[in-house]
T-cell receptor
Framework: DGGITQSPKYLFRKEGQNVTLSCEQN?????MYWYRQDPGQGLRLIYY???????QKGDIAEGYSVSREKKESFPLTVTSAQKNPTAFYLC?????????????FGPGTRLTVL | AQSVTQLDSQVPVFEEAPVELRCNYS??????LFWYVQYPNQGLQLLLK??????LVESINGFEAEFNKSQTSFHLRKPSVHISDTAEYFC???????????FGKGTKLTVNP
């Protein structure tokens, strides 16, 4: 079964704690992305990576960190510096081999800070 | 900088009625345009895309969208909706040479019986 796996589906954390969201893909895509979704706000880009061991900040990177040690994995850490972390987080991937490739998305993780 | 405007945040319609979800973008260069659909608590699924060629693109489930360069629009239409079309729809734009997708804020389509 191919695709993008995000775990867990629901995540709860106490205020002030760091938490890591998992994103794994077996599509052999080079590029991976993290988005945050809030009601009525659409998707906003947090970080993206086009190649292993390299990543770039998106539009709302403050309070988040990522790593890309393997092609298949792009975990996102929500740190205690993120002021309002409760949101739906989506991971995406894209092949960089052609001009016309679209992004694919995982099922998402809903993070709630208590 | 590119941006995407979805003019309606919510669109309620009755089953079998036609629907149009509007999308306008701003960009000074060539763009690739996408419509994604999201069902509750799920990820996004690609509905259709415009890359080049014919300005009218169609999906397998009856949706179509037309790229209008002069009006910088990419409106999504369906001549007859079903209850199962109830979802949130996102328009997205990617500039040529960029790896980043820019999304609109979404339109919630509710199909009532």
């Amino acid at each position: 079964d191919g695709g993008i796996t995000q775990s867990p589906k629901y995540l709860f954390r106490k205020e002030g704690q760091n938490v890591t969201l998992s994103c794994e893909q077996n599509l052999n895509h080079d590029a991976m992305y993290w988005y945050r979704q809030d009601p009525g706000q659409g998707l906003r880009l947090i970080y993206y990576s086009q190649i292993v061991n390299d990543f770039q900040k998106g539009d709302i990177a403050e309070g988040y960190s990522v790593s890309r040690e393997k092609k298949e994995s792009f975990p996102l850490t929500v740190t205690s510096a993120q002021k309002n972390p409760t949101a739906f987080y989506l991971c995406g991937t894209k092949s960089t081999g052609g001009r016309y490739n679209e992004q694919f998305f995982g099922p998402g993780t809903r993070l709630t800070v208590l | 900088a590119q941006s995407v405007t979805q003019l309606d945040s919510q669109v309620p319609v009755f089953e079998e009625a036609p629907v149009e979800l509007r999308c306008n973008y701003s960009s000074s260069v060539s763009v690739y345009l996408f419509w994604y659909v999201q069902y509750p608590n799920q990820g996004l699924q690609l509905l259709l895309k415009y890359l080049s060629g014919s300005t009218l693109v169609e999906s397998i489930n009856g949706f179509e969208a037309e790229f209008n360069k002069s009006q910088t629009s990419f409106h999504l239409r369906k001549p007859s909706v079903h209850i199962s079309d109830t979802a949130e729809y996102f328009c997205a734009v990617r500039e040529g040479g960029s790896e980043k997708l820019v999304f609109g804020k979404g339109t919630k389509l509710t199909v009532n019986p």
